[in-house]
């Protein structure tokens, strides 16, 4: 299904897939490109899109975006995510990068977001207390005004990849006395810092996506206060509203449920008992694929025409993460008795696996996929804001 | 993909709704289907007056030359106000099979008829033991001169108790369950040695049972080719009960949602418990999709796109568990109430479950839809 493209937005789908084809490193090309790559190498990708200009498709190009119209971040989007390259560091490129430029000062911009584009500061996210769940304003991080500088005492939780990073920034309270929302600011910390400790959290695919961070006693200079002090809360909404856009997942979902076909095709004969469930369950899986990538189509055709497209987030959140899920955990069925294999973690070549090339990832992606309905805001959380924003509830 | 419509189909869509609106509230639905005719030829004959008969035909044909896109925008009107009077039985089945296959003199005498909103078209293709299968066909047909003698039985043909003519399925060859042989054939509802038994439908319409006994039936289309033509009329016929399922579907979570927030339980209304919030969220998301699925078939229907029939029947399965899905939480949210006759949004419930079963229900589709795959 596509877009009806001008003859212009059709020649830029071209140059997108010609060049994904020619520059996506073949080092990334890894069995699960989330878990299997260094540092260095989940990078390369991020560095030769800098240097082509498209780092950061949602930034205005005063800041170093490439200027995109709706459609052409849609096509791009939709064509790195067929292709299944590995996205630009999204904490730093989606998240920070936006706050920083909308709410930060001249020096601010001028000292990070360079550094944002190019890769050389990885960014994490320090949201998430112990405790808070999907209550975010209930942080209890303290930042204690010390002449110059804040003191930064708290425990942030399931910051990921913050092993990699060199800044994290975080929501602390400034302000104990008043309401939850409204005592609370954003503070951007330089992991170097001392009383910064990471500690790993192992997730049940055995992989080491998460951590925690732990801050004692941190100084951090009252310039990397982003805006003013107590309106953290405006600034973290507004990062939570980029945090759900292109949730919907089309293209990744469309190469798992490809290989999941071929997979059915293989492992399970005709004669099985389970044959049809599976065949009804993928037939159902794809029109559910389907249905979302039409409702993606016309919201973005109604943003290419300036119609605001609401909650829309939301809804492509909760069914891209229910789809993908879903297919999953097919996958990890139909590869049967194999699905009992888990790959060491870190990945080696020399670790033995079990079973066919195509079912070497299924039991970790099974398994890590289970975070998608809960991170990012949760599918229930999703349901409250559709619930409020457009049933009026 | 998002459809924006023409000015011609902004003006379409606004008439059916204004008409729609002044002379087919509820009320006016619930006098006709208890009429003893079970439809209005009043409407039917503002339907012609207002050119929706008119529009999805062919300029060639008599017609507008508004497509798939005109049918779809009317028949959404007519799930959002419950029409019962036969419009894809006559336009949709008849009408497109007429225009696909009726040689130029058939066309030129039934379409500009059909279009003036003269005469009412019924299909009976299905046979007791047919199922969804347009195949398997047990009643014969034999040339006499140049026309046709039909002997056999036909089920559940909807509309057919209104209508002037029937197209009927049979075979001139092969066993019951070949894909060739089959034909199609005009037949004169009045004609001699035919019999029909009325019956109600859970939707408030009307079917028939009906015997025939050495009737004469004219030729429509190829001798043999009826499957291949039944097929493509049925892909129509499903892109136009989509668009129907979906103006339905649109009616119950309003009614649903306003009734939440105006109905108190506990010294609360409903819309205020979170777990009925949910529901509804996924009424509305199940809205969206099938609206989206819908738009998207009717698009490729447009433009004939290639694997148009697989795209049918995925449609119709995927829009047909949404209904349902929202037709259930209508009825079960509105409690008792739902229940009722009086209420209106157990009539949608028995449209949907209805239009679940015409031409195949989502389980059978969602199957043909797999068998389909070639990559599967």
Known sequence: MELNLSSEDAAFRDEVRAFIAE??????????????????????????????????????????????????????????????????????????????????????????????????????????????????????????????????????????????????????????????????????????????????????????????????????????????????????????????????????????????KKIVKAEIPVDDPAHLEFRRD????????????????????????????????????????????????????AIGNYGLALREQPASANRFMPGPDYGHTASEKYLNARKLSIYGGSNEIQRNIIAKAVLGL | M??????????????????????????????????????????????????????????????????????????????????????????????????????????????????????????????KASRFDPANVATTARREGDDYILVGEKAAAIAAPWADYLIVSARTSGDQHDRDGVSMFIVDRQAANLHLRTFKTIDGRRAGEISLDGVRGHLLGGEGAGVAALEACRDRAIAALCAETVGAIGELNAATLEYSKTRKQFGATLGSFQVLQHRMVDMFIAHQEALSLMQHLTLSLAVNEPGLSRLASGAKSKVGYAARFVADQAVQLHGGMGMTDELNVGHYFKRISSINIQFGDPAYHVLRYAQLDAAA
């Open chain 2, 2 to 127: 998002d459809i924006q419509f023409t000015e011609e189909q902004e003006m379409l869509r606004s008439s059916v709704q204004r008409l729609l609106r002044d002379q087919y509230d509820f009320d006016a639905r619930r006098g006709i289907v208890a009429s003893d005719e079970g439809w209005s030829r009043t409407q039917w004959s503002s339907f012609a007056e207002l050119g929706l008969l008119a529009a999805p035909f062919s300029e060639e044909a008599g017609g507008l030359g508004g497509g798939p896109l005109s049918t779809m925008i009317v028949m959404h009107e007519f799930g959002r106000h419950l029409v019962v009077e036969p419009f894809v039985e006559t336009i949709v089945l008849a009408g497109g099979l007429l225009e696909s296959e009726g040689s130029p003199a058939q066309k030129s005498e039934f379409i500009p008829d059909i279009i003036a909103g003269k005469s009412i078209w019924a299909l009976a293709w299905t046979e």
């Open chain 1, 282 to 333: 993928i037939a159902r899986i794809e029109l559910d694929v389907l249905a979302l990538e039409a409702t993606e189509l016309r919201v973005v055709a109604q943003m290419a025409r300036g119609i605001d497209p609401g909650p829309a987030a939301s809804l492509f959140k909760i069914r891209g993460t229910e789809i993908f899920q879903s297919i999953t955990e097919l996958t990890h069925r």
């Open chain 1, 23 to 260: 520059n996506y490193p073949q080092e990334m090309r890894v069995p699960n490109p989330e878990t299997d790559l260094t540092k260095e190498q989940s990078l390369l990708w991020h560095r030769i899109l800098h240097n082509k200009g498209w780092v950061a498709p949602l930034w205005p190009k005063e800041y170093g975006g490439p200027g995109w119209s709706v459609t052409q971040r849609f096509i791009f989007e939709q064509e790195t995510s067929r292709a299944g390259t590995l996205p630009p560091l999204a904490f730093s490129v989606t998240m920070v990068g936006p706050v920083i430029y909308t709410f930060g000062n001249d020096a601010q911009k001028k000292k990070y977001l360079p550094r944002i584009l190019s890769g050389e500061d990885w960014w994490c996210q320090g949201y998430s207390e112990p405790g808070s769940g999907s209550d975010l304003a209930s942080v209890r991080t303290k930042a204690v005004r010390d002449g110059d500088h804040y003191i930064v005492n708290g425990h942030k939780t399931w910051t990921t990849l913050a092993q990699h990073a060199d800044w994290i920034f975080c929501l602390v309270r400034t302000d104990p006395s008043a309401k939850p929302q409204a005592g609370i600011s954003f503070l951007l910390i330089d992991m170097k810092s001392p009383g910064v400790t990471v500690r790993p959290i192992i997730t049940i695919d055995g992989s080491h996506e998460v951590n925690d961070v732990f801050l004692e006693d941190v100084r951090v200079p009252v310039e990397n206060l982003i805006g003013e002090e107590n309106k953290g809360w405006t600034y973290a909404k507004f990062l939570l509203g980029n945090e759900r856009t292109s949730m919907a997942g089309i293209g990744r979902s469309t190469r798992y449920l490809n290989r999941l």
